[in-house]
């Protein structure tokens, strides 16, 4: 949300509250543009606009006037009791204020810190669902530093090594000569083709390994540049996986094909995780959250899992061969998780990546007998735990994160020392 009077003009200086800096205005490479002359003060730069099919499926699309219009009614409340000083370092009297003045419009309204430019106050982003409309889910910011932060949409577009990808399939000494030819400044060219002069958040280029299946057997290290919309496309994984969807759809030849030259690119060394968030010990009350059981039958634990391990080649002779059952102190939940199977170095089983995971509690003394690098990947399996119990198909995760959507059952992703991690939702496991 953009505040035309709260702009600041100084040299490298972007207001705190209501300007959208050069940088931020990178995150899409398709904005849209919003106001209303019942709404003069306020203007919405829209960044993501798309319709999710229950697949998972995503189809971008113009803002709804019925969307923009109560956007820009709440842009407007939000400047007005900012610059009456009616809004302040108060969550309970905002929260109260917000429900009184858009209650029935405007459903399970949350927002995020009250910031200030030193003068106003404002909430840092808001978030809710339109009433009267397909289920949906709005997150809009006042804050330029805020969003840089958090915001966690991408776009990615590639630029190859060569011209035609399939021909990475022909004599190796013939992909030698056409990969000796790469020149920097024609892929830069190249890139600003695919732009479309629309500037890009970061231009990164990535190295992957080609190994040749026939003689002469050589392995060429190739160049592939990447063009990034988005700070929270800049992630390794994203880009492998990205990158893989885009060169099938630009070739002849199948995966397991590119998958024997391209390794690095087309496999994933991953841990799947499956809390039982079915599993309860203690049921919730109105004073106290619920606690789930760290106790659960094998046969119910291979049982379930099976639904919801899913990705290539997790064949059931995998999954039974590298299955183990956990449980994390964070609600006291029962787990189990499965290696994958092109993990690097053949390490599919979670007790031969962490060996000296044990379950106590954080701030026992035997805690600190796990290595610092284990203790370090708990803390990193908290968070995720924590955000795939609370995850819906809207709600915002943390930058880092993300959903991974695999057979029907969506995940909450993130990488750990290049390891990927996914952990199954709550929502996906009480619909098995």
């Not at 998972?56 to 923009?68: D, E, F, R």
């Not at 732009?195 to 040749?212: D, L």
Request: proline content about 4%; glycine content about 4%; overall charge negative.
């Amino acid at each position: 949300m953009i505040y035309a009077p709260l702009a600041d003009n100084a040299v490298d200086v972007i207001a705190p509250l209501g300007e959208l800096s050069t940088h931020v205005r990178t995150f899409s490479k398709e904005k849209g543009q919003y106001t209303s002359e019942d709404y003069k003060d306020s203007k919405l730069i829209s960044f993501v606009s798309q319709n999710i099919a229950t697949n998972g499926t995503k189809t971008l699309v113009k803002v709804p006037a019925a969307h923009s219009n109560a956007a820009l009614n709440l842009g407007q409340w939000i400047y007005a009791k900012a610059i009456a000083s009616e809004i302040r370092d108060d969550r309970d009297a905002l929260t109260v204020a917000l429900n009184t003045a858009f209650g029935g419009l405007l459903n399970d309204l949350t927002f995020g810190e009250i910031v200030t430019d030193g003068v106003r106050w404002m909430p840092e982003w808001v978030t809710y669902s339109l009433a009267g409309q397909p289920e949906n889910r709005v997150r809009i910011w006042f804050a330029d530093d805020s969003m840089r932060r958090q915001y966690d949409e991408y776009e990615l577009a590639f630029v190859a090594p060569i011209d035609n990808l399939d021909d990475f399939f022909r004599d190796p000494a013939e992909v030698k000569v056409l990969v000796d030819a790469y020149k920097l400044d024609t892929a830069l060219s190249k890139a600003e083709t695919v732009k479309n002069r629309k500037p890009e958040t970061y231009i990164i280029n990535r190295v992957y390994k080609y190994i040749a299946q026939k003689a002469p057997f050589i392995n060429l290290d190739t160049n592939w540049m990447v063009i990034i919309w988005g700070p929270a496309g800049n992630n390794p994984d994203i880009i492998k996986q990205e990158l893989a969807k885009w060169i099938l759809a630009n070739s002849q030849h199948t995966e397991e094909e590119w998958m024997d030259i391209f390794p690095d690119i087309f496999t994933s060394t991953e841990f799947i995780v499956t809390p039982f968030w079915d599993n309860i010990a203690i049921e919730q009350k109105a004073i106290s959250s619920g606690v789930y059981s760290p106790t659960m039958l094998l046969t119910d634990i291979r049982t379930k899992s099976l639904k919801t391990i899913k990705g290539k080649n997790y064949t059931t002779a995998h999954i039974d061969q590298n299955l183990v059952q956990t449980a994390f102190q964070y609600a006291s939940v029962c787990a189990s998780v499965c290696g994958g199977p092109y993990n690097r170095g053949g390490i599919k089983r979670l007790d031969d990546q962490w060996p000296d995971y044990i379950n106590v509690a954080y701030d026992s003394l035997d805690a600190g007998r796990m290595k610092l690098a284990t203790q370090n990947w708990l803390n990193f399996m908290v968070e995720l735990l924590i955000q795939a119990e609370k995850a819906t198909l809207f709600n915002d995760l943390p930058q880092g994160m993300a959903r991974v959507t695999r057979d029907g059952i969506v995940y909450i992703a993130s990488t750990h020392e290049d390891i990927l991690y996914l952990v199954v939702t709550k929502y996906s496991m009480l619909d098995i």
